[in-house]
């Protein structure tokens, strides 16, 4: 298992940017696929963008695709969401998560930070 520990979330107005970061520890980093995932209020988790171990490939929602970008870093240890052309209803707690392969599910979480898009 690995530690995430996620920032950056805050207050944004709709059109705004924002960029989320996710530190990881305990296990060796590349190793890991990385995604990040978002709740809103009354919905389930879904999942927003991944990328895999070296960085060359990554996927995201249709929601968000062409507005947020993720990216890694394998030396700091660290994923990041870069959020652009935000909206009201990008408003959600966001989670980083890891897991090893594609086939498996995301074994790893953290705690989560809060994005909230005002209009």
């Known amino acids: 298992q690995v530690q995430l520990v996620e920032s950056g979330g805050r207050l944004v107005q709709a059109g705004g940017s924002l960029s989320l970061s996710c530190a990881v520890s305990?296990?060796?980093?590349?190793?890991?696929?990385m995604g990040w995932f978002r709740q809103a209020p009354g919905t389930e988790r879904e999942f927003v963008a991944s990328?895999?171990?070296?960085?060359?490939?990554?996927y995201s929602s249709d929601s968000v695709r062409g507005r947020f970008s993720i990216l890694r870093d394998n030396v700091k240890n660290t994923v990041s969401l870069r959020m652009n052309r935000l909206e009201p209803e990008d408003t959600a707690l966001y989670y980083c998560?890891?897991?090893?392969?594609?086939?498996?599910?995301?074994?790893?979480w953290g705690q989560g930070t809060q994005v909230t898009v005002s209009s």
């Open positions: 990328i895999t171990w070296s960085g060359g490939t990554t």
């Open positions: 305990g296990r060796t980093f590349r190793n890991y696929i």
């Open positions: 998560a890891a897991r090893h392969t594609l086939q498996s599910g995301f074994t790893s």
